[in-house]
């Protein structure tokens, strides 16, 4: 059996039969990017093998004959027959934390009041245990459980671009471990429509359901590992994920969804047997959908809005944007509940940008200037390999307070000899067109400056089409509610800067982190919240933003960064 030495985190594993390197490395938790699933068509799951000269080469239109000389081959392509030593990429996810705050629940005002209820309880019997579920009146003879079995749960975040799964005790309500990747099914799409397009043949349709099994069942199997659990322990899983991809991985034909009046098929606040979504877990488990309020505003809001209590307050106003590749805004005015959706694009999360990426090894995630020089921070802190979602938001408003980018987004024409030589020195002219250079080959573009425009236009005109329509004024709100992959480490006032929220709120800015995770944490843990869900989203009215007859006014107004340089941010002394 080849044994694998793995570096630089220096462990070694043993090689399956047949197994390749990417498997090997994802048995033991250790993630490689691999948008292409491991089907050899991306070249992004490349590892330098030491005994090279031993291994076949993988060739691929993204790898240089020089890199494959030095010994570099793809992850998914190697099968090893013999021993040896890889080096890991930078961005190798295991130990890179993509997402920090997975790992603790939320403190502070956003914590639940805490109690243990979960949907399952596991009852000893003669011959064999038997479960029973939530509110369904027969418990269920449990065929595959053992004596030292404690029973666990899954949440998922069943995202456009990324996925995230969670293991939670159900005996002590402790989360275990938690596995993020991105969306397999990028491969077929990065936005809504276009997987909702290829979905809509029933061989596109099972494509589409079998990526995403897969990818979900490579994370649960990543969490079982780091955990010390058994598949067969899992018992419940709460799935969060917007109205497509829920269909989508239910093999349930998404065409309605893209035609209006839009209408779902997936029924929600209910739960399903586990095998109506192809995980593969307890055979007896079972699958809990929160309520989906619209074919654009599916149960991974209705989970986040578990958050921040106050937004079910009606003394309160409380704005809460979930910034995703279909970003979601609820607003709660004085009692009346509101929500719509907006195709941001996937901008925010790092994709679709020429040096975008997950926040992994190499990721710039924070950028600041004293207006004499830029410093940033990068992810295990090390050389800049792209720039994720925190990072875009503050780079773009270190550019705008330099006046670098201009308020219509256009780069400052070269050579700019008013700005300090440290700075100056990261303008390039590329094709004719200004850069702001990060690192060694990675740039950020004019295009990549329009790509957030196009985002951050539609989140904002969502935001103000929503304000509108209940009579809500910027004076009215208490706190504005963000959800999404930015996470808790972004500065309120870029936020403000770059005008995806409105001016003079900054201080009411509340960060939320994954919300969808941790309401789907809740849900497994407290079934309180189910009932509460199943109630009071029934109240919330959906605004179609589409239909606005000021939404494209919004929108052309919302790209530009005007109200950026409404304060001018002096350097420090």
Partial sequence: MPRITVQPIDIKIDAREGETLRDLLLRRGINIESPCNGNGLCGSCGVWIQEHDMVPLTPNEHITDSEMEKGYRLSCQVVPDQDLTIQLPMNFVKDAKRFRESQTILEGELAPTYRLVSAVKVLD?????????????????????????????????????????????????????????????????????????????????????????????????????????????????????????????????????????????????????????????????????????????????????????????????MLFVDVGTNGEIALNYLGRRLACSAAAGPAFEGMGLSCGMRASFGAVEAVATNGGNITMSTVGKTRPRGICGSGIVDLVAVLLRLHILDPTGRFCRLPCD???????????????????????????????????????????????????????????????????????????????????????????????????????????TDISYRRFLETNMQDIEHVSVAQSPSFMELYAESMEFHEAHAEEKKPDS
């Avoid at 293991?167 to 990747?181: C, D, E, I, Q, Y």
């Avoid at 709100?477 to 409105?502: K, Q, R, S, T």
């Fill in 125 to 317: 019997q003669e011959n064999f245990p038997e479960l029973i579920y939530d509110n369904f009146p027969e418990p269920r003879v449990l065929k595959v459980w053992e004596e030292d079995y404690e029973p666990k749960g899954l949440a998922i975040d069943l995202g456009t671009t990324t996925i995230v799964v969670t293991m939670v005790s159900l005996k002590t309500g402790t989360v275990l471990a938690t596995a993020s990747r991105l969306n397999p099914q990028i491969i077929y799409g990065h936005d809504i429509m276009t997987r909702i397009q290829h979905g809509s043949t029933q061989e596109g349709l099972h494509e589409l359901a079998e990526a995403v099994r897969k990818g979900i069942n490579e994370l649960v199997q990543e969490v079982c590992l780091d955990s010390d659990s058994k598949r067969q322990e899992i018992l419940d899983v709460v799935l969060g994920g917007n109205t497509t991809m829920l269909q989508l991985m239910a093999e349930i034909n998404p065409a309605p969804l893209g035609e209006i009046p839009f209408s779902v098929d997936i029924q929600a606040g209910i739960s399903y047997p586990v095998q109506q979504f192809g995980i593969k877990i307890n055979p007896a488990a079972r699958v809990y959908v929160p309520p989906v309020l619209h074919a654009f505003i599916g149960s991974d809001i209705s989970a986040g809005l578990l958050v921040h209590s106050d937004f079910f307050d009606d003394t309160k106003c």
């Fill in 418 to 524: 008013s700005l300090p030589e440290d700075i100056r020195s990261r303008l390039h002219e590329i094709d004719g067109q200004t850069v702001f250079s990060l690192g060694k080959d990675t740039a950020f573009t004019q295009k990549d400056v329009r790509q957030i425009q196009l985002a951050k236009g539609a989140i904002r005109a969502a935001i103000d089409v929503l304000m509108n329509e209940a009579g809500c004024t910027v004076h009215d709100l208490d706190a504005i509610i963000i959800a999404g992959g930015f996470g808790f480490y972004l500065n309120p006032e870029n936020l403000e800067v770059i005008g995806i929220i409105p001016r003079g709120t900054k201080d009411r800015v509340v960060f939320a982190g994954n919300a969808c995770r941790s309401g789907c944490v809740w849900l497994l």
